[in-house]
């Protein structure tokens, strides 16, 4: 593993599931976050946390949960998908919090129909 | 509110110059940055400016007005894959990154 992963790449998911993506990341950053970008909107943090332990709300968190139990992982969840969180989502990580250099995963689009 | 204004779209030519420009209206300021994405892809760190002046990096510079509310970054002797979106993010005084819906640059031959 070289800096962020995220899986799946991509999925078609339909209303009513519950999905987790998962970012795994390298660096032993203290800090990750989850963005969805949508067409004209940019980047928008659905969640963050600081260090293992410690999570909380950005902008759209409403409809996702995360958690991070260890430095590498963060896990974003969708209780149950509804046809507005299709998009593209990004996990990124940083060293020393959100105003810093971000590292960015490759993205997992979901579609939910 | 906070706000970050971008041009949504711009072309330029192969081998010429072109300058993004980026405003914001943010609760405090803790640094700018521009971020490069191209189509498909994950954003990368291309800059970040916390003083007023330009910070050069080989064909890219990155200016900065923090009594303005202004920045720029400014693309040399373009290059074809320069065509992508950049992304202008700014921190506020709660250490909260604000973006910018970004502009997509078009380089034609």
């Known amino acids: 593993i070289a800096g962020i992963t995220q899986a799946p790449t991509s999925q078609i998911l339909a209303a009513g599931r519950r999905m987790t993506l998962r970012c795994t990341q390298d660096?032993?950053?203290?800090?990750m976050y989850w963005y969805r970008q949508d067409l004209g909107l940019g980047l928008r943090l659905i969640h963050y946390?600081?260090?293992?332990?410690?999570?909380g709300k950005g902008e759209v968190p409403d409809g996702y949960s995360v958690s991070r139990a260890n430095t590498d992982d963060f896990p974003l969840t969708l209780a149950s998908a509804v046809p507005s969180q299709t998009s593209v989502y990004f996990c990124?990580?940083?060293?020393?919090?959100?105003?810093?250099?971000?590292?960015f995963g490759p993205g997992t689009r979901l579609t939910v129909l | 509110g906070q706000n970050i204004d971008q041009p949504t779209e711009m072309t330029a030519t192969e081998g010429a110059i072109v300058q993004i420009n980026c405003t914001y209206q943010?609760?405090?300021?803790?640094?700018l940055f521009w971020y490069q994405q191209h189509a498909g892809e994950a954003p990368t760190f291309l800059s970040y400016?916390?003083l007023d002046g330009l910070e050069e990096k080989g064909r890219f510079s990155s200016f900065l007005s923090r009594s303005k509310g202004y920045s720029y970054l400014l693309l040399k002797e373009l290059q074809m894959k320069d065509s992508a979106s950049y992304l202008c993010?700014?921190?506020?005084?709660?250490?909260?990154?604000?973006w910018g819906a970004g502009t997509k640059l078009i380089i034609k031959p």
């Open positions: 943010t609760s405090g300021f803790n640094g």
């Open positions: 993010a700014v921190g506020d005084s709660n250490y909260q990154l604000i």
């Open positions: 990124a990580s940083s060293d020393r919090g959100m105003v810093n250099e971000q590292f």
């Open positions: 400016n916390v």
């Open positions: 660096m032993r950053h203290n800090a």
């Open positions: 946390s600081n260090t293992a332990g410690t999570t």
